[in-house]
C-alpha cells in the first residue's frame, strides 16, 4: 500500500507525518533556521525509519512553511526593485495615510520593503475601465535598466495604475527587463492580486516578490534533494487559504504560502467538527513559537481576503504589511514553548513575543539558552515527562530551567518555589485568552459554548487553562495532536482561487460580460489543479464583493453558477446581495444602489479522508498507579496528578482530573476543574466538572 507524507516547519519544530490507511507514523525533530531544507530532509528520513516505508512507496508530498512569513518580518528576502506609474512611487510609503494608533507620538510605522531609491517611475497610465490615457513610454523602461544592475536587484515587481483592468503595460515591460536582465525574477501585480485598491495591490506584489528569490531557490532544493533520495511523487505546497498548490505555482506566488501551517491546523480542527458534528469550534494551535487561534463554524474556518504580516503592535491593524490573499482568519500572537519571560523596568513580567526558536531554545534543552521560556515554566511545574519530550529526541533539563526561572523572575519579583514558572504559565495563557476575546469581538462572536480543538507541541498543555479562562467546557485533543498542522495538510484539498476586478452597477449589469469572465477565471485556476488532481472531479465556488454604492468596503456575497442564466441576473444579484446584508448587519437600505467590483471564483478537488469509522467501546473508569505532584493553576497549588500512556487508553475509557496523559510529541494537562475520556476516533474528550 501506498502512503502519503506531509511536513510542517514552524518556528521551533519540524513535524513529520507519513499517513497509510487508517495508519500514522509521526517524527518531530528541532527547525534548522539556517539551512530549512536540512530539518525537513532529516525528519523525514527519521519518520520513514520508523513507518520502514522505502521513497518509491510514497504517493504525494505535502509541505507548509513559515519561511516566506520570517522572511518578511524578519526582513530577510531579496534586494527588490519596482516600476510603477509616473508619479505614484510613493503608494507604499503613504499607506492608508492615516495612524492606526491615533495618541502615540513615536509611532512605528511598517517601513516599505523596497525603498524609495529603487522605487521607479514609469511614464504610462490606464484608466479604470482599462483604457490607455498614456502609452507606455518604453525608454522610460529601458532607462532604468542600468540602476537595476548598478544596485544588484535581484527582483523586480511591475505595478502600474489600473492594470487590473488592462496588463498589457505591465507585460509588454515585463518584456523589457526581462530580455535585458533573465537573471531577474519578474513579479506583476496584475497576476499576484488583479483587483482595485492600489497600495493593497501593490504591497502584496511587492511581498511576494520580496521573497520569491528565497522560496524559488529553497523548493528547487528541496525538489533535487528529494529527487535523488528516490522521490517520484507529486510535490504539493499547502496554501493560507487551506488548499494545495502546484510546486510551480508555489514557486510563482509563493505570497500565498505565508500562513500555510496554521492554515494546516484550521482544516484539521475543520473535519474534526464535520466528523463529531460540532458546529461551533474554537481551534487552539500552540507550537514552539506562536499560538494561533480560529472561530470554525458549521464545518468550515472564516476566511478572509486581506492579512497583515508582522504587525508591530500587537492586535493593531494598520501596523503590519498588508497582503491581499486567500487566508483563514486568526489572530496570531508570539506565545509558544519558546516564548522568552523576562521583567521589565516596571517591574512587570512579559512574557513573549520574543521566542528562543529551535536554537539556542528553551534553556531546558541544553543547547545554550540562558533566558527561561515557557517551556521551561512547564518543566519546572512538573507538566511535561523530561525524558519524553519531543518523542525522546531530546530529554530536558529541568534543574536547569529551574534556575534560570528563579534568577530572571523568582529573585526580580520575590517570587519563591514554584511562584515564578506560575506566573510565567499564567501570563502566556492570560496572553493567549485576550488574543481570543479580541478575535472574537472583532468578529462579533461569542466563544461561550464553543468546543475547543486543542494540537501543536504546547496546546494540549494549556489547553485546560485557556478554556477556563475564556469560558470554553468542552476540549477535544485529537491523536498525534503535536503534529496536528501536518496532518492537516493530509486533510486538505487541492484547490485554487482566482479573483479579478470588474465593477459594476446592478442597474446596468452585463451578464455576458460576467460570464466571460468566469469562464476565464475557471480556466486558470483549472490550470493549476487539474495538474494536482488529473480527472478527478472539482467543485467550483463564487463570490461577488459588492456594496452599496457609496460605502468604503464590500462584503462577500455566495452565488450559484446558474445565477447569470436568469431572465434577470442583475436582480438575482441584487437579492443575493441582500441576503448577505441582512445577515450580516441585520438591516438592508432601501433605494440605495448596489454595485460588485470583484468576483473570486475558487476550484477545488476532492477532499481526502478524515478520521474514518468510529470505534464502539465500554465505559470503564480508568485510575493509575503513577503520579506525581504537579502545580494546578485552577487551585493555585501543588496537587498529585496521575500519570497515563495515552497509547494505553482505549476507546470509552474515563479518567477524572487532574491528571497528565502523556504521549510521544505532547502532553494533555488534565486540570482539576477536567474530567477526560477517550471517543470512537480516538480523540480525548475534556470536559469541565463542575469545579472551580
Known amino acids: 500500500m501506498t502512503a502519503r507524507l506531509a511536513v510542517d516547519i514552524g518556528g521551533t519544530f519540524t513535524d513529520v507525518v507519513i499517513e497509510s490507511g487508517r495508519d500514522r507514523v509521526t517524527a518531530k525533530v528541532l527547525t534548522t533556521p539556517n539551512a530549512p531544507a536540512d530539518g525537513f530532509l532529516a525528519g523525514v528520513e527519521e519518520a520513514l525509519d520508523k513507518a520502514r516505508r522505502r521513497p518509491s512507496e510514497i ?270 482568519e486568526m489572530v496570531e500572537i508570539g506565545a509558544g514553548g519558546g516564548s522568552i519571560a523576562r521583567v521589565d523596568s516596571l517591574a512587570r513580567l512579559q512574557v513573549g513575543p520574543e521566542s528562543a526558536g529551535a536554537d539556542p531554545g528553551p534553556v531546558a534543552y541544553g543547547r545554550g539558552g540562558s533566558a527561561p521560556t515557557v517551556t521551561d515554566a512547564d518543566a519546572a511545574l512538573a507538566k511535561i515527562t523530561p525524558e519524553r519530550f519531543a518523542g525522546g529526541s531530546l530529554a530536558l533539563d529541568v534543574d536547569a530551567a529551574r534556575g534560570s526561572i528563579a534568577r530572571a523572575v523568582g529573585e526580580t519579583l520575590g517570587f519563591e518555589g514554584d511562584m515564578a514558572a506560575y506566573a510565567i504559565s499564567e501570563i502566556v495563557d492570560e496572553n493567549m485568552a485576550a488574543a481570543a476575546r479580541a478575535h472574537a469581538i472583532e468578529w462579533g462572536k461569542d466563544l461561550a459554548g464553543r468546543v475547543m480543538i486543542a494540537f501543536g507541541g504546547a496546546a494540549p498543555l494549556h489547553a485546560a487553562r485557556l478554556a477556563e479562562k475564556v469560558g470554553v467546557h468542552a476540549i477535544v485533543v485529537p491523536a498525534n495532536a503535536g503534529v496536528g498542522s501536518a496532518i492537516g495538510f493530509l486533510l486538505a484539498p487541492a484547490a485554487y482561487e482566482v479573483v479579478r476586478s470588474r465593477p459594476m452597477r446592478l442597474d446596468a449589469f452585463d451578464a455576458e460580460v460576467i460570464r466571460r469572465l468566469f469562464d476565464a477565471m475557471r480556466k486558470e485556476a483549472e490550470g493549476v489543479v487539474r495538474s494536482a488532481v488529473g480527472d478527478a472531479a472539482v467543485h467550483e465556488t463564487r463570490t461577488a464583493y459588492m456594496r452599496y454604492r457609496g460605502q468604503g468596503h464590500e462584503i462577500a456575497v455566495p452565488i450559484g453558477r446558474g445565477l447569470f442564466d436568469s431572465v434577470d441576473a442583475g436582480a438575482a444579484l441584487a437579492a443575493a446581495f441582500e441576503r448577505a446584508y441582512s445577515g450580516q448587519y441585520g438591516r438592508t437600505i432601501p433605494g440605495m444602489e448596489i454595485e460588485a467590483l470583484t468576483w473570486s471564483l475558487t476550484l477545488a478537488g476532492p477532499r481526502p479522508q478524515s478520521l474514518g469509522v468510529a470505534q464502539a467501546g465500554r465505559p470503564d473508569h480508568r485510575t493509575s498507579l503513577r503520579s506525581r505532584p504537579v502545580f494546578d493553576a485552577s487551585r493555585g497549588r501543588l496537587l498529585r496528578y496521575q500519570i497515563f500512556e495515552r497509547s494505553e487508553l482505549a476507546t470509552g475509557d474515563r479518567l477524572i482530573g487532574p491528571a497528565l496523559i502523556v504521549e510521544d510529541q505532547t502532553t494533555t494537562v488534565v486540570t482539576a476543574a477536567f474530567n477526560a475520556s477517550v471517543d470512537g476516533y480516538g480523540n480525548l474528550m475534556l470536559e469541565r466538572n463542575g469545579g472551580a
Request: net charge negative; aromatic share 6%; with cysteine.
Open 59 to 328: 504517493d504525494v508530498i505535502i509541505h507548509g512553511t513559515t519561511l516566506a512569513t520570517n522572511a518578511l518580518i524578519e526582513r530577510r528576502g531579496a534586494k527588490t526593485a519596482l516600476l510603477t506609474t509616473e508619479g505614484h512611487r510613493d503608494a507604499l510609503e503613504m499607506a492608508y495615510e492615516n495612524r492606526f494608533e491615533q495618541y502615540d507620538i513615536n509611532i512605528d510605522r511598517p517601513r516599505p520593503l523596497v525603498p524609495r531609491w529603487l522605487r521607479l517611475p514609469v511614464r504610462e497610465r490606464m484608466n479604470k475601465d482599462g483604457r490607455s490615457l498614456i502609452p507606455l513610454d518604453e525608454d522610460s523602461v529601458r532607462a532604468h535598466l542600468p540602476t537595476l544592475e548598478r544596485e544588484g536587484v535581484e527582483s523586480v515587481v511591475i505595478g502600474y495604475l489600473h492594470a487590473y483592468a488592462d496588463p498589457s503595460h505591465e507585460r509588454r515591460t515585463a518584456e523589457i527587463v526581462a530580455e535585458a536582465r533573465p537573471d531577474v525574477a519578474i513579479t506583476l501585480a496584475s497576476e499576484v492580486a488583479p483587483e482595485i485598491r492600489e497600495y493593497e495591490r501593490l504591497s502584496t506584489a511587492v511581498a511576494n516578490a520580496y521573497v520569491r528569490p528565497l522560496m524559488e531557490r529553497y523548493l528547487k532544493v528541496l525538489e533535487n534533494a528529494l529527487a535523488e533520495r528516490g522521490f517520484n511523487c507529486p510535490f504539493l505546497l499547502m496554501t493560507s487559504g487551506g488548499g494545495l498548490a502546484t510546486l510551480e505555482t508555489a514557486m510563482r506566488f509563493p505570497i500565498r504560502l505565508v500562513e500555510s501551517g496554521p492554515a494546516g491546523g484550521a482544516v484539521l480542527a475543520s473535519a474534526i467538527g464535520r466528523e463529531l458534528n460540532l458546529p461551533s469550534l474554537l481551534s487552539f494551535d500552540m507550537g514552539g513559537t506562536t499560538a494561533k487561534l480560529c472561530m470554525i463554524d458549521d464545518g468550515e474556518p472564516m476566511t478572509a481576503r486581506t492579512f497583515e504580516v508582522g504587525r508591530s503592535y500587537r492586535f493593531k491593524k494598520g501596523s503590519g504589511l498588508p497582503v491581499r490573499i486567500p487566508v483563514i
